[in-house]
């Protein structure tokens, strides 16, 4: 009996023992694995950390690259982008204005190339006869600029090339071009007066430097008695060579009959519409003469 008990507390002590030891390794597995959760996570949030740091560093230099390239950019190639495009600038205005050297050749406009740029020479005609010349020395720069000319003082150079030049060489030359063409018209007209008119003037030819200006006393017929006309000839536009405003007068106070009245609008529309040189001829081919009968 006494050996019975013993032996069933003898197995309950074994099978205690072994279902404590059971117990402590369950516990420690668990506890094992609870210490081992906590070290992935800490060595994750370390890799993401490290991950972390590394993206930071390349942000950094790319925008550190990002600066110098903006500084580059900004600093250096401007200014030789800005250099390139003047410099094809003012390649492509001496290409234009040889161009239009070249298409106004027959116009009266010719040049040459210089080491500056190019010297143009617009040289006048009116009716065929070829009259002075005048020359343009352009220096091909930015901003494009006249180093010498011969253009007389009273034509507006400095105000067409204000206008013209920097914007539209070739209008610059064609505007050019038509004042030079309309003094020198005008001038020729008035030295014709003068040279092959003179018994048809009574006094002096007055005009100023533009001969824009035109005053004179004239009669129609160069010999014998005749009443003489007053002309005052005003040419507003400078461009050109006909009259913007004419007065005819007769000389004298006395009351005159129709006739003249009509002879002097007749003169005014002469002046209008025709050369001052071809006015005279037509008083000359015609012999216009008047009713001295009417001035006796």
């Given amino acids: 009996m006494e050996l019975a008990n013993t032996l069933r507390q003898d197995g309950e002590s074994r099978g205690g023992v072994l279902a404590h030891l059971e117990r402590l390794e369950t516990q420690v597995s668990k506890s094992r694995k609870k210490l081992e959760e906590p070290q992935d996570a800490q060595a994750l949030e370390a890799r993401i950390h490290e991950l972390k740091r590394l993206r930071d560093k390349l942000r950094a230099e790319v925008k550190r690259r990002q600066a110098r390239v903006k500084a580059s950019t900004a600093n250096v190639e401007p200014d030789q982008t800005l250099e390139i495009n003047e410099q094809e600038i003012l390649e492509r205005k001496q290409e234009n204005v040889k161009a239009i050297l070249q298409a106004y050749r027959f116009t009266g406009i010719s040049g040459k190339l210089t080491s500056r740029g190019v010297c143009v020479c617009i040289s006048t005609a009116f009716e065929g006869n070829l009259l002075d010349s005048y020359f343009v020395d352009l220096v091909m720069e930015k901003p494009l600029w006249i180093h010498h000319h011969s253009v007389p003082v009273f034509i507006p150079l400095e105000e067409i090339s204000a206008k013209y030049l920097q914007t539209n060489t070739q209008h610059f030359l064609f505007v050019l071009c038509e004042y030079l063409n309309a003094y020198s018209g005008r001038k020729y007209q008035a030295d014709r007066l003068q040279s092959d008119f003179a018994a048809f003037l009574v006094g002096p030819l007055q005009r100023n430097s533009l001969c824009n200006l035109l005053s004179f006393t004239y009669k129609v017929k160069p010999e014998g008695q005749s ?38 609008a007749a003169h005014e529309n002469l002046f209008f519409t025709k050369p001052l040189h071809q006015v005279f001829t037509s008083f000359a081919k015609k012999g216009e003469k008047l009713d001295m009968s009417l001035v006796s």
């Fill in 227 to 264: 009443l003489p006309f007053c002309a005052r000839l005003l040419y507003k536009d400078l461009t050109t060579t006909l009259p913007t405003d004419v007065t005819v007068t007769s000389q004298g106070t006395e009351a005159l009959p129709s006739t003249w009245e009509e002879q002097r």
